[in-house]
């Protein structure tokens, strides 16, 4: 009951930015190959569309993390969240109750990525040897999506000041630690950090890589 | 005495500006008590504490017997809270911000709240940033008798609402209190409002509460003296020596808490002679409570 009524009012002040970024994620395949709908395949112009459209798959997934986990808590920060910290509930369950109808938000992008890709995936021919991958994309579209919401939920919801904290600290490391690290002939602890975080497993590394949806 | 509101020497301070220091306060249950200040007195964040919104730095606060913040969830789900400002979510029609409250409260009385509901005459579709103060006010009010609360904190309730508005709202919350026993705990500046509703009273000044006495103590006992020929020192007094004005050759003006008519016959004991005993109204006692409180110790008497 609960958790309903907070998807609802979630989805009632999220559902036109969501509406927009569905769209928008939504097109990402059809755009590429839009031509191919028309007439006969033109398989390498297709496919470097499509892996320049690749591109546009995890920025468009930090776009949907953002959207949804920003938007999540604005309408507390309007009235300084005390309705929130009224609640009758525990805290950290009002935030998980809140997380998980975000879940739900992130994931109807997802969902019509899957569809479109669904779609240039029935329509365009593909020679022998190649195949199309919508489950995979989507899937992956989704994790990144989720990925990125998450990150983004943790910062909305946390203390100004511990977020404030964070992003100094990060900053510190990217502008002061290399000319330290060259210094002390040791290895740039930014560069390890992100390769830490980039590379697999790291939190990041599903943002990273290729996004084909077709491949051999 | 069962409590529904306890704080033992609450102390919180934020900056430099402004501290509740040594608070103390004890709600019984099944009153209505009014919390009296001046603006900028700490009611507000008094209450923020109670309600687990602010962390204090030292004291204990009990709601409903459960220990704040400990216990913050189960003393909120007996507690209706009305806050100094609207805060509910803007983006939602009445009817959903309605629904979504209902959700979080088992004990929601839905025939209750639709009979405010037609009584406060709201629009079910107009959205919450449409509605016009007094309208906010009703549909707060709404929300928090709605979930059947066995305390309801409202922070300045009424403040900017237009007499009738006015009026509605304090009838609903008379009747409801009829009606269910609950405990109210009304913090307001405007001292005539409370004087008609309360039982109880506790009077806070610059984040101390000044005092704490039922309603009709408070009423009762606050008395304007007209004294003559009164002694320069005082020793002992059987009443509590408020303030203390010259008022023409001899005589004096007193304001005195505590005040029993047999206390005359100690005014022949010191030779001085009683004229006059004058009954002050909640808002003058108020007044002249928060004038002694600010004296430096010692001045009046």
Same mark, same amino acid.
């Given at each position: 009951?609960?958790?309903?009524?907070?998807?609802? @009012?979630?989805?009632?002040?999220?559902?036109?930015?969501?509406?927009?970024?569905?769209l928008?994620?939504?097109?990402?395949?059809?755009?590429?190959?839009?031509?191919?709908?028309?007439?006969?395949?033109?398989?390498?112009?297709?496919?470097?569309?499509?892996?320049?459209? $690749?591109?546009?798959?995890?920025?468009?997934?930090?776009?949907?993390?953002?959207?949804?986990?920003?938007?999540?808590?604005?309408?507390?920060?309007?009235?300084?969240?005390?309705?929130?910290?009224?609640?009758? @509930?525990?805290?950290?369950?009002?935030?998980?109750?809140?997380y998980?109808?975000?879940?739900?938000?992130?994931?109807?992008?997802a969902?019509?990525?899957?569809?479109?890709?669904?779609?240039?995936?029935?329509?365009?021919?593909?020679?022998?040897?190649?195949?199309?991958?919508? $489950?995979?994309?989507?899937?992956?579209?989704?994790?990144?999506?989720?990925?990125?919401?998450?990150?983004?939920?943790?910062?909305?919801?946390?203390?100004s000041?511990?977020?404030?904290?964070? @992003?100094?600290?990060?900053?510190?490391?990217?502008? @002061?630690?290399? $000319?330290?690290?060259?210094?002390? $002939?040791?290895?740039?602890?930014?560069e390890?950090?992100?390769?830490?975080?980039?590379?697999?497993?790291?939190?990041?590394?599903?943002?990273?890589?290729?996004?084909?949806?077709?491949?051999v | 005495?069962d409590?529904?509101?306890?704080?033992?020497?609450?102390?919180?301070?934020?900056?430099?500006?402004?501290?509740?220091?040594?608070?103390?306060?004890?709600?019984?249950?099944?009153?209505?008590?009014?919390?009296?200040?001046?603006?900028?007195?700490?009611?507000?964040?008094?209450?923020?504490?109670?309600?687990?919104?602010?962390?204090?730095?030292?004291?204990?606060?009990?709601?409903?017997?459960?220990?704040?913040?400990?216990?913050?969830?189960?003393?909120?789900?007996?507690?209706?809270?009305?806050?100094?400002r609207?805060?509910?979510?803007?983006?939602?029609?009445?009817?959903? #911000?309605?629904?979504?409250?209902?959700?979080?409260?088992?004990?929601?009385? =839905?025939?209750?709240?639709?009979?405010?509901?037609?009584?406060?005459?709201?629009?079910? %579709?107009?959205?919450?940033?449409?509605? #016009?103060?007094?309208?906010?006010?009703?549909?707060?009010?709404? =929300?928090?008798?709605?979930?059947?609360?066995?305390?309801?904190?409202? %922070?300045e309730p009424?403040?900017?609402?237009?007499?009738?508005?006015r009026?509605?709202?304090?009838?609903a919350?008379?009747?409801?209190?009829?009606e269910?026993?609950?405990t109210?705990?009304?913090?307001?500046?405007?001292v005539?409002?409370?004087?008609?509703?309360?039982?109880?009273?506790?009077?806070?000044?610059?984040?101390?509460?000044?005092?704490e006495?039922p309603?009709?103590?408070?009423?009762?006992?606050?008395?304007?003296?007209?004294v003559?020929?009164?002694?320069?020192?005082?020793?002992?007094?059987p009443?509590?020596?408020?303030?203390?004005?010259?008022?023409?050759?001899?005589?004096?003006?007193?304001?005195?808490?505590?005040?029993?008519?047999?206390?005359? =016959?100690?005014?022949?004991?010191?030779?001085?002679?009683?004229?006059?005993?004058?009954?002050?109204?909640?808002?003058?006692g108020?007044?002249?409570m928060?004038?002694? #409180?600010? =004296?430096?110790?010692?001045?009046?008497?």
């Amino acid at each position: 009951m609960m958790f309903r009524a907070i998807l609802y @009012v979630q989805w009632k002040w999220l559902r036109w930015p969501l509406l927009a970024v569905t769209l928008a994620v939504a097109a990402i395949p059809l755009v590429a190959a839009r031509s191919d709908f028309t007439g006969g395949t033109m398989l390498v112009p297709l496919l470097n569309r499509l892996e320049s459209a $690749g591109i546009l798959y995890p920025i468009a997934a930090i776009i949907v993390g953002w959207v949804v986990a920003a938007g999540l808590w604005y309408p507390d920060r309007q009235g300084r969240r005390v309705y929130a910290m009224a609640m009758p @509930v525990p805290r950290w369950q009002f935030v998980l109750l809140r997380y998980q109808a975000g879940l739900v938000l992130v994931l109807v992008p997802a969902l019509a990525l899957l569809l479109a890709t669904i779609l240039v995936a029935v329509t365009v021919q593909l020679p022998p040897g190649l195949h199309a991958y919508p $489950g995979s994309v989507s899937l992956r579209f989704a994790l990144a999506s989720v990925v990125a919401y998450s990150m983004i939920f943790a910062m909305a919801a946390a203390d100004s000041t511990v977020v404030a904290g964070v @992003v100094a600290a990060l900053v510190i490391l990217m502008l @002061v630690a290399p $000319g330290v690290a060259e210094i002390a $002939g040791a290895r740039d602890p930014a560069e390890t950090l992100l390769s830490l975080l980039f590379s697999p497993p790291g939190p990041f590394a599903i943002f990273a890589g290729r996004w084909m949806l077709f491949d051999v | 005495m069962d409590a529904a509101i306890t704080v033992r020497d609450l102390a919180y301070r934020v900056g430099k500006g402004f501290e509740i220091r040594d608070l103390s306060l004890t709600v019984p249950r099944g009153a209505v008590y009014g919390f009296l200040g001046p603006n900028g007195a700490g009611k507000t964040t008094t209450i923020r504490l109670l309600l687990g919104l602010l962390r204090a730095q030292a004291g204990q606060v009990t709601v409903l017997g459960h220990a704040v913040p400990r216990e913050v969830a189960r003393a909120l789900a007996g507690t209706g809270y009305v806050p100094e400002r609207p805060h509910l979510y803007q983006g939602l029609t009445v009817a959903e #911000s309605i629904a979504y409250h209902r959700a979080f409260y088992p004990r929601w009385d =839905q025939r209750w709240a639709d009979e405010l509901f037609r009584r406060f005459a709201l629009a079910a %579709d107009r959205s919450l940033a449409r509605l #016009s103060k007094g309208e906010m006010g009703k549909l707060m009010i709404l =929300q928090a008798l709605g979930q059947c609360p066995e305390l309801l904190v409202l %922070d300045e309730p009424t403040d900017g609402l237009d007499p009738v508005v006015r009026r509605e709202v304090l009838t609903a919350l008379l009747d409801f209190v009829a009606e269910r026993n609950a405990t109210v705990f009304i913090s307001s500046h405007l001292v005539h409002e409370l004087e008609r509703i309360c039982d109880w009273v506790g009077v806070m000044d610059h984040g101390r509460v000044v005092a704490e006495l039922p309603m009709q103590s408070f009423k009762n006992g606050i008395k304007r003296l007209r004294v003559q020929k009164a002694p320069a020192r005082l020793g002992d007094t059987p009443f509590v020596l408020l303030a203390r004005e010259p008022d023409g050759p001899l005589a004096e003006t007193w304001v005195v808490r505590g005040w029993q008519a047999p206390m005359t =016959q100690w005014f022949e004991g010191v030779g001085a002679t009683l004229r006059d005993v004058i009954d002050l109204d909640l808002e003058e006692g108020f007044v002249e409570m928060l004038r002694t #409180s600010r =004296q430096p110790a010692g001045e009046v008497a």
